[in-house]
């Protein structure tokens, strides 16, 4: 199994941004989107999340999209990160961690 998991922390505080809609899409080779996951992350921030992935979904792309427009109650440039990714290996755990904040995100890929 491949494995998604990411964890939001909050750059104004260093809280764990809790409560963040997340949604994972995989995006077909036409450029349609197909909506495999859509949840909340935790209240540590997080959110994990296996797929069983073919051959054929190994070749496409995915993106993870976290929707922080509901997260700062006052205005915001950032309402919403978009992150483009593979899944080359269907056993494979990608983690992405992302420190936000109302006017920016900083993200890198851990291992």
Not at 51 to 73: A, G, P, R, V
């Amino acid at each position: 199994m491949a494995i998604v998991s990411s964890h939001l922390l909050s750059s104004t505080d260093g809280s764990h941004a809790s409560g963040v809609k997340v949604i994972i899409n995989q995006i077909n080779k036409n450029g349609s989107r197909r909506k495999m996951f859509q949840s909340k992350t935790d209240k540590n921030g997080r959110i994990y999340k296996q797929f069983s992935l073919t051959k054929k979904d190994t070749s496409l792309k995915y993106e993870i999209i976290f929707n922080l427009q509901n997260y700062y109650k006052k205005k915001t440039n950032v309402t919403e990160i978009v992150i483009k990714f593979n899944m080359k290996n269907p056993k494979k755990k990608y983690h992405i961690p992302v420190i936000i904040a109302p006017n920016g995100y900083s993200v890198w890929w851990s291992k």
